[in-house]
């Protein structure tokens, strides 16, 4: 079997506010919420930044490993468009509380919302050409969103947590096709983060950026896999979802492109094949550099899998670039899933009311990059503490001394 993805989890935070109630304290026109197609986004804690939500996605995966099977993971790769220091990499965080061997790399990359593919397929690579039976990498992507975009439209969208992959030869969960890829990549300048305080963009570019990309990318597959057919090659696809009413639109357009049908018969097509990865997202909001892995858990959890069946998947990163490649789940795949009960987890999520949510936002710049001395205090949020952390080990930052981050288990 191809290397690929053995087994996935996700975080998706402990606590989540209503979007419409968002809209309505906002003042934002409410003909647009069904435009998104989200009822909850996840809100991360102050305690909370992207070393614990990816420690808290890969957790699980690496306690199901046997002594003998951790130490064979030889690589650790972090995607993430929420770096905490120019040069020190959130892996090596990640890598230490979680206890790996030190016989490993670890390293972090970054390019918007495409770093977790970006990770994936460097992590597939590098296990393809090791000597070492068994090895494996863990891939994690993750990010935690900031006060930064407050009273906007990109607000309401905004989750935080993470996607952790077990890499290696055992891939029942996705076994990508080898060297099945489509790329298209430019420089456009649609969202950035210049500043740990700042989110900025024009939502607008963004949109033609990604269904520009998305286009050129299934055009660029086709050219590399002879005989791919949008229609009869995949089972079923997923895609980058920073909210979910995106998806339906970019689907439709691609279908017009490269399969042209009748409204009713596509629109049946998405219901089938595209629609049961995105309800993950609808309940949480956009987890940015995990987006497409966190649709992916959404789809395999949804549908059945009697076969072993094709899944297309497209990513997207601002800036920008993108891919469309593929892989293949497996019934077992399936299953490893379904384990994981994903669902339930958002289902558990303390429902926050505005005044939790703003005082938590408020609180937000106290963990992000460039912080040099904080003590992180779960007085001021004990309710949401005490529901859903305290006693759970769950991995959340301490302190900041002289910008060094410590963390500690709740």
């Not at 935690?144 to 935080?160: D, F, I």
């Not at 439709?252 to 009748?262: D, E, I």
């Not at 601002?318 to 669902?343: K, M, Q």
Request: hydrophobic fraction near 45%.
């Amino acid at each position: 079997m191809s290397v690929g993805i053995e087994a996935i989890n996700a975080y998706v935070g402990r606590a989540c506010l209503s979007v419409e109630q968002l809209f309505r304290a906002r003042g934002l026109d409410l003909r647009r919420l069904a435009n998104l197609d989200m009822r909850r986004k996840s809100v991360n804690l102050p305690c909370e930044d992207a070393v614990t939500n990816a420690v808290n996605a890969a957790g699980p995966l690496i306690a199901a490993l046997e002594e003998t099977e951790r130490a064979k993971i030889e690589l650790v790769i972090v995607g993430t468009e929420s770096g905490l220091d120019f040069g020190k990499s959130i892996s090596s965080y990640v890598h230490h509380y979680l206890g790996l061997s030190r016989s490993c790399r670890s390293f972090e990359v970054k390019h918007a919302c495409y770093g977790g593919t970006a990770a994936v397929q460097t992590a597939v690579a590098m296990i393809s050409t090791s000597p070492v039976p068994g090895a494996r990498a863990l891939v994690i992507a993750t990010d935690a969103a900031s006060v930064a975009a407050r009273n906007t439209y990109w607000e309401p969208s905004q989750g935080g947590g993470a996607v952790a992959m077990l890499i290696g030869h055992d891939a029942e969960v996705l076994a990508i096709d080898p060297g099945a890829s489509g790329f298209h990549s430019f420089e456009v300048m649609d969202t950035l983060r210049p500043r740990p305080d700042l989110e900025a963009g024009d939502s607008d570019l963004s949109l033609l950026a990604y269904l520009e990309c998305l286009q050129h990318s299934y055009r660029a597959y086709s050219a590399r896999v002879p005989g791919a057919d949008l229609r009869t090659t995949f089972a079923h696809l997923a895609f980058h979802t920073p909210f979910a009413g995106m998806v339906p639109a970019a689907f439709r357009r691609l279908r017009q492109s490269a399969a042209p049908g009748g409204r009713a018969e596509i629109e049946q097509d998405f219901a089938e094949r595209v629609a049961p990865g995105l309800s993950f997202a609808s309940e949480v909001g956009n987890f940015c550099s995990a987006s497409l892995y966190l649709a992916l858990c959404s789809l395999v959890a949804g549908i059945e899998v009697p076969v072993p069946e094709r899944v297309g998947l497209f990513s997207y990163g601002s800036g920008c670039a993108s891919e469309f490649y593929s892989g293949v789940v497996t019934p077992l795949g399936r299953e490893r899933v379904r384990a994981r009960d994903i669902e339930a987890a958002i289902s558990d999520r303390y429902p926050l009311s505005m005044a939790e949510y703003e005082l938590l936002s408020d609180m937000s710049l106290d963990r992000m990059c460039g912080v040099r001395d904080q003590k992180f205090d779960t007085a001021a949020y004990a309710d949401v503490w005490a529901a859903k952390f305290e006693g759970r080990e769950l991995l959340v930052l301490d302190q900041i001394a002289d910008f060094h981050r410590q963390y500690r288990w709740s």
